[in-house]
């Protein structure tokens, strides 16, 4: 089984959801055979490469509110994810674009298949919602890819040049097509679309349901009575 | 999309059903997504590797009639055969064993993927049906798959071991675990089971439907409000 979930990296839902998906995961009998590929969304491709302001100004800057409107507008999703095990310092999230991130995770992904493109997902996510780190910054991204398994020569390549820039643009292509219209949205088998940070129960379901489904019995068409050739000889 | 073919060298029906799959497939909208295996599957695992005498003179002496009846019992699939455009002689074909022609097919598929494969399946069904040669002969066997594409020295040394035996023997166990009981037996996208020789018409509906089930509209689970992060901004 395939979940390909598209995710941005400052995307605070998709990191709760992360951790609910990861808790049905940690009861479902075939978990074993569950791959999950991270794919690239960008909520905010007018953010800056170099930041001027962190989410919470950039909220009271757009709603009105100031900065401490803004947080105020973050204290529910933190509430929500501490509910979750995540200690969110949100409010001090620098607004950035993460178009750099995920070029490095198509480069995971690619080398290291999904099993190193995870570790660094995850990576990226506390980097920035609990350690409050740039990632848009060059050296952070190349120093929490390496910690996470990546060669650094290769970060640092892609990073100076524009590779898996079209990666990146065909997997938010991708997210249209499918109908995604915001993160997290998890996508199972190509068969199941699964919007937002639904709780544990309904990943649950949905695995369960498209586990069944990918151990069919087949569906036998046309009949058994055409011609055919047999232990005992072919209709001749 | 995938077809799979479990289908034996010797097997007339298989013949005749691949012209009947290739002309579903020739007006088939999306034919150029269809990779289609070849599987192994013995019809006759007691037969010889060295020939002792012709398919027609099998039937004789296994349903009575001699090698006069045996030769009838061919007639009629010569006859449908030939209405695929296939000139059989098979009244003439030698009843040998197929697991070295089937390893080779392994080895076509392992160094060449599909299309290498494909190319051999066609000549070694040419080869047995109208030139009615001896596809247990190594040098017959050989010819024919350097012919098709294949590195000489690889075959050879295929041929002199007992390489890809154990694959054509996980196709076989395959194939019962599946439900086939006769060949030829079509497994699309490991959904649809096709057994024996259908008409054009059979397997065009059964690649429309596959196509359309594997070209998704994804059903959408868990209702649409859960939170999640948009272009406007996230829920929080």
């Known amino acids: 089984m395939r979940i390909e979930i598209w995710s941005d990296v400052v995307c ?94 198509h480069l995971a992904l690619e080398t290291g298949g999904p099993e190193l493109q995870g570790r660094l997902k995850e990576a990226l996510l506390a980097a920035y919602f609990i350690e409050t780190e740039n990632v848009a910054d060059h050296d952070t991204l190349a120093r929490i890819a390496v910690a996470a398994g990546l060669d650094e020569a ?30 997290p949205f998890y996508v199972v088998d190509r068969k199941y679309g699964i919007s937002g940070a639904q709780s544990p129960e309904v990943f649950a379901d949905v695995l369960e349901k498209a586990w069944n489904e990918a151990h069919p019995k087949l569906d036998l068409v046309g009949g058994g009575d055409a011609d055919a050739c047999g232990p005992d000889g072919c209709a001749i």
């Open 12 to 105: 605070p839902w998709c990191y709760i959801g992360k951790r609910r998906l990861e808790k049905a995961l940690g009861s479902f009998p075939g978990k074993e055979d569950v791959e999950i590929v991270w794919r690239s969304f960008q909520l905010d491709p007018s953010a800056p490469a170099i930041p001027v302001e962190t989410v919470a100004e950039s909220l009271g800057r757009k709603y009105g509110g100031g900065v401490e409107g803004g947080k105020q507008m973050i204290d529910r999703v933190e509430a929500v994810a501490a509910e979750e095990g995540l200690l969110f310092r949100h409010h001090a999230s620098l607004r950035v674009s993460t178009v750099d991130a995920h070029r490095v995770l």
């Open 154 to 183: 290769r970060v640092r390549a892609v990073l100076a040049t524009d590779e898996y820039a079209d990666a990146v643009e065909a997997d938010v292509r991708e997210a249209a097509a499918l109908g995604a219209t915001g993160v």
